[in-house]
């Protein structure tokens, strides 16, 4: 059983799927610093590609993704249209260079796409880049998706895909705003099997309005039995002032913060004890999945995908408000599509906002990287470690960390604090109440 402190879990903390956080971005970077990323990738490097696609059938109440409803096909058209150019762009700045052997899509919903388009943007991807058996993941929202969609998986080989799950409760679905019979997520699971998706994910949620343990325990159940091979589960951030569309949901329905931090702990024992093992703070996968793989033998990552066995140093970012990840920066995409639009169609990058990363930003992102990745951390070149180590003592003095010289070890059920732990190594943290989301 964790143990549970309140006092510790008070501060709202960043997800750290980057370090600078993206809490850290100005709009001192754009277009020259994208062309000198790009120029930077050596020949052969191994290049991984995210692409966003903002739209979805419908919009959930508890959503923080960049999505809108995909109401108007003539406007996804042109979003489609841009998001081609934008390949062709960053394919004739690495002239060959980069091989590419990830592409993840994501959104809010690929699948809120024909699959017709989503068959001709993987077409353009293998015309305008060096593709070396890349893994092929999708973002899939089981409403909707359907044979036709099923097949263009097959024909694409795309090997993973996460479905949007959350709750399979009722009563719990009609108060976030995401209504999806259980019937529907077997008929999503059952295609993906079909088309020859090997490793599925399912995301859940425990926090949300109305859930009891008993209804988490339920979805837990429900989800088990269907197999998937990983799974992440993530509290419910409440956070109307930054994202509107929550405004419909009752925040007086919301678990309380002791209620929260046992349903935590209920679905990572839950799932411990189905024979899922744990993978970083909030995902799980059978045991020979990748992802297993990568955390019992050290190379598990996290990028902004959450936790990873990707081991690649560059992540390109396409399409409205997406991510580039290069070792020396991180870039962001122009969020609005309207101005996204225009800088592609002028032939210009998208970046719009980011953070260049200098070499104390790297040493440490690598060490919050490590903590949460393995639960320990070697912080011997850490700058500032003095201060870093008064800011752990709280931690330490609660029996949640100790210390090997200069090398921090999680201790037994430090688990639902890391995120908080990650927070004392990071320097830019001060004013973290309004912008992040509880570490639990
Ligand atoms: S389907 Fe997913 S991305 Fe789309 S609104 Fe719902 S939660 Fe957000």
């Keep these: 059983m964790w143990p549970y402190h309140p006092e510790l879990l008070a501060t709202p903390v960043p997800r750290y799927t980057s370090f600078p956080t993206a809490a850290e971005f100005g709009d001192d970077v754009g277009a020259g610093d994208m062309a000198s990323a790009l120029a930077s990738i050596g020949g052969d490097e191994p290049v991984s590609l995210y692409l966003h696609i903002p739209y979805c059938r419908e919009i959930c109440w508890y959503c923080g993704c960049n999505t809108g409803a995909a109401n108007r096909?003539?406007?996804?058209?042109?979003?489609?249209?841009?998001?081609?150019?934008?390949?062709?762009?960053?394919?004739?700045?690495?002239?060959?260079?980069?091989?590419?052997?990830?592409?993840?899509?994501?959104?809010?919903?690929?699948?809120?796409?024909?699959?017709?388009?989503?068959?001709?943007?993987?077409?353009?991807?293998?015309?305008?880049?060096?593709?070396?058996?890349?893994?092929?993941?999708?973002?899939?929202?089981?409403?909707?998706?359907?044979?036709?969609?099923?097949?263009?998986?097959?024909?694409?080989?795309?090997?993973?895909?996460?479905?949007?799950?959350?709750?399979?409760?009722?009563?719990?679905?009609?108060?976030?705003?995401?209504?999806?019979?259980?019937?529907?997520?077997?008929?999503?699971?059952?295609?993906?099997?079909?088309?020859?998706?090997?490793?599925?994910?399912?995301?859940?949620?425990?926090?949300?309005?109305?859930?009891?343990?008993?209804?988490?325990?339920?979805?837990?159940?429900?989800?088990?039995?269907?197999?998937?091979?990983?799974?992440?589960?993530?509290?419910?951030?409440?956070?109307?002032?930054?994202?509107?569309?929550?405004?419909?949901?009752?925040?007086?329905?919301?678990?309380?913060?002791?209620?929260?931090?046992?349903?935590?702990?209920?679905?990572?024992?839950?799932?411990?004890?189905?024979g899922y093992q744990a993978i970083g703070f909030d995902h799980f996968a059978i045991p020979d999945d990748d992802i297993a793989r990568a955390a019992r033998d050290g190379t598990l990552r996290r990028n902004f995908q959450g936790f990873t066995e990707d081991g690649a140093n560059v992540l390109i970012g396409l399409g409205a408000s997406a991510i580039s990840a290069f070792p020396g920066a991180l870039l962001q995409n122009e969020k609005n599509a309207g101005r996204y639009h225009l800088r592609i169609a002028n032939g210009r990058f998208a970046t719009a906002r980011g953070v260049r990363r200098s070499f104390a930003d790297r040493l440490i992102g690598a060490a919050i990287e490590q903590l949460l990745c393995s639960g320990t951390a070697e912080l011997r070149h850490l700058p500032g470690l003095t201060q870093v180590r008064a800011r752990l003592d709280r931690f330490e003095r609660a029996g949640l960390i100790g210390w090997f010289q200069d090398r921090l070890v999680l201790g037994e059920g430090a688990l639902p604090y890391v995120r908080g732990i990650a927070a004392a190594l990071d320097p830019y943290r001060a004013d973290s109440q309004v912008r992040f989301s509880n570490a639990v």
């Excluded at 409760?169 to 976030?176: D, K, L, S, T, V």
């Excluded at 949300?208 to 993530?234: N, Y």
């Design 73 to 274: 096909t003539a406007r996804v058209q042109a979003y489609l249209q841009r998001l081609g150019e934008e390949i062709d762009l960053i394919a004739d700045a690495l002239r060959g260079r980069g091989r590419v052997q990830r592409i993840a899509w994501g959104g809010g919903s690929p699948n809120a796409l024909l699959a017709d388009d989503f068959d001709r943007l993987m077409l353009r991807l293998k015309q305008a880049f060096r593709l070396d058996d890349p893994m092929v993941s999708i973002e899939l929202d089981p409403r909707g998706f359907d044979a036709r969609w099923a097949a263009s998986l097959g024909l694409n080989k795309v090997r993973r895909a996460s479905l949007g799950v959350q709750t399979f409760a009722p009563h719990i679905q009609r108060a976030i705003g995401r209504v999806q019979p259980t019937q529907e997520i077997a008929s999503a699971m059952a295609h993906l099997r079909g088309a020859g998706v090997e490793s599925v994910n399912f995301d859940l949620m425990y926090g949300l309005p109305g859930q009891t343990a008993g209804d988490l325990r339920d979805t837990l159940d429900q989800a088990v039995a269907m197999r998937p091979e990983r799974l992440a589960v993530f509290g419910y951030a409440h956070v109307p002032h930054l994202l509107p569309r929550q405004r419909r949901i009752d925040a007086t329905a919301l678990p309380g913060a002791e209620e929260r931090f046992a349903q935590a702990a209920l679905a990572h024992r839950h799932l411990l004890d189905a």
